[in-house]
Nanobody
Framework: QVQLVESGGGLVQAGGSLRLSCAAS????????MGWYRQAPGKQRELVAL???????NYTDNVKGRFTISRDNGKNTAYLQMNSLKPEDTAVYYC??????????WGQGTQVTVSS
């Protein structure tokens, strides 16, 4: 089992920045990738950014150049630096871990609201 605790959401004006954190505990050795998803009201949950253990990253197109995912392996923590935020970035952001044996774990979610 992997437990995830997220922090860092909030309310920000368009053009502003936020940094989300996701601290993992438990079966850390089983983690293969850490990432962030988001879900806006009435929409499906979508992948925002993903970082594999080897450092390879994936981003959804509409955040490329604005969001950066990083990991501090010593702290078992993933970060999502979000710059140039837009109202359409408003959503609940969920940390996700992909682990061995195709297991997937989710954080509790943190609200990000971008005002225009």
């Amino acid at each position: 089992q992997v437990q995830l605790v997220e922090s860092g959401g909030g309310l920000v004006q368009a053009g502003g920045s936020l940094r989300l954190s996701c601290a993992a505990s438990g079966s850390i050795f089983s983690i293969r990738a850490m990432g962030w998803y988001r879900q806006a009201p009435g929409k499906q949950r979508e992948l925002v950014a993903l970082m594999h253990n080897g450092g390879t990253t994936n981003y959804t197109d509409n955040v490329k150049g604005r969001f950066t995912i990083s990991r501090d392996n010593g702290k078992n923590t993933a970060y999502l630096q979000m710059n140039s935020l837009k109202p359409e970035d408003t959503a609940v952001y969920y940390c996700n871990v992909r682990a061995m044996f195709a297991r997937s774990y989710w954080g509790q979610g943190t609200q990000v609201t971008v005002s225009s």
